[in-house]
Every structure is written in structure tokens, then in C-alpha cells.
């Protein structure tokens, strides 16, 4: 093979990515990456909603779902609707879905279009042959029943996705706490909207793309639910210090940490980062989740960030009381951790990098 067969080769066998927002919550969820700047990947908005649609001028497409059945003003909460209005679009939907390879799916659970319309974006994901992971969150516990309805929409999404990342907006409350609605949601949004980026930069740079890609899949085929939990550390032991508060203080709460199927790490440190600090931190994981039956770990250099390191941890396969059904009351995130976890978050809603990232590395490990 020549040359330039070989660039040919791996401009092809690039993961094709898209990443739709769903209903109200998932458009200003997708809006938010897509003002970082997603690399290689495509964004769509979808919403009955025409007038929120129409302030979706970011991304790569919009799709007014169920013109017919809701006229443009939204399914009033009742996610039947939502999945009705999906099925009108499902032509349109099939053909934008085409040739997807990795398909992120953002939505807040609660309302009507987003909750009803994600399992039949997820079906044609999935019939596509695409990794399909959904992302979302779940209403604040004293939206009862919209917290009833996203349970019952995560039951039925699991037998459509992948994977499904479930972040329990009342955890976010915790840690966001006193900040008004409108800061602790751009919180929430900056925080599923790094996930998507953190991942979909990780596996379209260009070095490493097939294993990244193979890797990714691997931990989340199948992964069921899933939880992300965040951490940031300087000084010594900076990368423990930020992998442990990750994986101590997952935003959905899930039974047993060490019952976890696959854990995926994603650091970035600024030029200071050393590889022994990466390689520890991998160390770090096995021995906190040591039932793994794979572990992922990524590192991006961030040049504008010297002296820290920010860690996104994703626990797949878990458990979770809320969704089993059983009501009791979850435990609180200890005090101590709180006020750093939320510096971290918010670090992580105000900064992000844009062109800035030099260097992306994959690492795995398999028992
Ligand atoms: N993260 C985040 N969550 C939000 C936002 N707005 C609402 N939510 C949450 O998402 C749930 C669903 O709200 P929407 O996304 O507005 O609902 P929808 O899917 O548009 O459904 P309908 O308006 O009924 O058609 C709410 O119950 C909130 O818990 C937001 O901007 N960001
Ligand atoms: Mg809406």
C-alpha cells in the first residue's frame, strides 16, 4: 500500500460521530458544544418546539419533529406525543443517521419530546449498526412525576442503546445548590456537554482512531447504565487526588461501585503532565474498581491549564436504586467534597479547550 493509499485508508475508516439534542434541555445541551467546537463530528437539533428550534442557528441540522401532529408548539410533557412526532420525521431521521458509527443521543428526561422521541432516534441508531449512547438526566426529585416518566423512558431506552449515562439532576443540586435555575442548568449542561466532547475529540484524533474507536466500543456495547463522576487536583498526587474524587462522587446513585462492568478515564492536565502520572493513574482505578472487567483511561494535554489535572470518570454497567425501584433515600454527597466537586464543575462549564488540545493518547487494560 502507497503512501497515500494509507492517508486515503485512514480518512475513511475515521468514526463518522453525531451527536442529536432532543426536546428543550438536549437542543441547549448540543448548543453548548457546539459553541466549544466539536472536531469531526456532526450536530443535529430536534425538538417540537419550532421556537426553540429556530434559536438552534449552531447546528449542523435541525429537524422539527411531528410538523403535523404538534404544529410547532411542543408535546405539552406527554411523551407519547413526542414519540409520535418522532415517527413522522423517521424517513428524514434514517436518512441523517446514515453511515453513523458513534451516536450520541442528549436529552433531559421529564418533559414530552425529548423523553418520547429518544428511543426512536436510538432504535434507527442502533438498526444503522451505531454505537449508541444515550446521555441524560433525570428530573429533580421534586418533579415526581417527571421523575416517574424518565424512569419508565431509561427501562425502555435500555433496550434500544448501548449504553445510557444517567446524571440525577437532584445530585446536581447538591453540588450546585445555592446557584440560581439558570447557572446550576448551564452546569448541568457543560457537564454532559463534556462527556460528549471529551469523547468525541478522544477518538477523532487522528493517531490513534481504530484502536480508540475499538476501545470505546468495547466498554460501552452493551454497557447498560451508566455514571460519570468528575474530579480536580493540584499539587502532589494530583491525578489520585482527581481520580478518586471522580470515582467517589458519581452524579447518579448507583449501588455498588465495584460491581461495575467497564470504567473509562478521561484526564487532562496541561503541558506538565507526565506519562508516569497517566500510567499511575490507571493503577489507581484497577485497585478502586478491582470487579472490572475493563478499564479505559485517556490523556489530553491542555496547554492553558498548568499545575491541574481535571478527570472525568464513566462507570458502565451499574446498578441503580432509583431505577430498580427501590425508594429509599439516596445518600447525601459527604460535605467535604462538595465545595470542590462544584469548583471543578465550574471550571468545567466556564473553561474548556477550544483549538487548544496538542497532544491525545489512549491507553486499555483488560482482565
Ligand atoms: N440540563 C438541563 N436540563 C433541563 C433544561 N431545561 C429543562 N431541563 C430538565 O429537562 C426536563 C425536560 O424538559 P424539556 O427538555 O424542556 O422538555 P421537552 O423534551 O422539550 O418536552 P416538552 O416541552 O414537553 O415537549 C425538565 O424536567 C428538567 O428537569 C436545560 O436547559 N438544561
Ligand atoms: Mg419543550
Not at 421556537?51 to 410538523?67: N, P, Q, V, Y
Not at 434514517?94 to 450520541?104: H, S, V, W, Y
Amino acid at each position: 500500500m502507497t503512501r497515500e493509499e494509507l492517508l486515503e485508508k485512514v480518512k475513511t475508516s475515521r468514526p463518522s460521530v453525531t451527536v442529536v439534542g432532543l426536546g428543550g434541555a438536549g437542543c441547549n445541551i448540543v448548543t453548548w458544544i457546539a459553541d466549544k467546537k466539536l472536531a469531526g463530528g456532526k450536530i443535529i437539533g430536534a425538538n417540537t418546539d419550532a421556537s426553540h428550534l429556530s434559536t438552534m442557528t449552531r447546528a449542523d441540522k435541525i429537524i422539527l419533529l411531528g410538523e403535523k401532529l404538534c404544529k410547532g408548539h411542543g408535546c405539552g410533557g406527554f411523551p407519547e406525543r413526542g414519540a409520535e412526532a418522532a415517527k413522522e420525521n423517521l424517513a428524514e431521521i434514517k436518512e441523517d443517521l446514515k453511515g453513523t458509527n458513534l451516536l450520541f443521543l442528549v436529552a433531559g428526561l421529564g418533559g414530552g419530546s425529548g423523553t418520547g422521541s429518544i428511543p426512536v432516534f436510538a432504535g434507527v441508531g442502533r438498526e444503522a449498526g451505531a454505537l449508541t449512547i444515550a446521555c441524560v438526566t433525570i428530573p429533580f426529585t421534586i418533579e415526581m412525576t417527571r421523575r416517574e416518566k424518565a424512569r419508565d423512558a431509561i427501562r425502555s431506552l435500555a433496550e434500544v442503546c448501548d449504553s445510557i449515562v444517567v446524571i440525577d439532576n437532584s445530585k446536581l443540586r447538591e453540588v450546585a445548590g445555592n446557584l440560581p435555575l439558570k447557572d446550576a442548568l448551564s452546569v448541568a449542561n457543560a457537564l454532559v456537554g463534556s462527556f460528549v466532547k471529551n469523547l468525541t475529540d478522544t477518538i477523532t484524533q487522528p493517531s490513534l482512531i481504530n484502536l480508540d474507536y475499538a476501545d470505546l466500543r468495547a466498554i460501552m456495547e452493551r454497557g447498560g447504565i451508566s455514571s460519570i463522576g468528575i474530579g480536580e487536583g493540584d499539587g502532589a498526587n494530583r491525578v489520585e487526588k482527581a481520580v478518586s474524587q471522580a470515582l467517589s462522587t458519581p452524579l447518579l446513585d448507583i449501588t455498588d461501585i465495584s460491581t461495575a462492568y467497564g470504567v473509562l478515564i478521561h484526564i487532562v492536565g496541561g503541558e506538565d503532565l507526565t506519562l508516569e502520572e497517566v500510567a499511575v493513574a490507571g493503577e489507581q482505578i484497577m485497585d478502586k474498581v478491582p470487579n472490572t472487567k475493563r478499564v479505559i483511561w485517556g490523556a489530553k494535554v491542555d496547554p492553558m491549564l498548568t499545575g491541574a489535572v481535571r478527570v472525568m470518570a464513566v462507570l458502565t454497567g451499574v446498578t441503580c436504586p432509583f431505577l430498580s425501584g427501590i425508594a429509599k433515600p439516596a445518600p447525601q454527597i459527604p460535605k467535604e467534597v462538595v465545595k470542590p466537586l462544584r469548583e471543578a464543575m465550574e471550571h468545567m462549564a466556564e473553561s474548556f479547550p477550544r483549538e487548544t488540545i496538542s497532544r491525545a493518547a489512549v491507553f486499555s487494560k483488560e482482565k
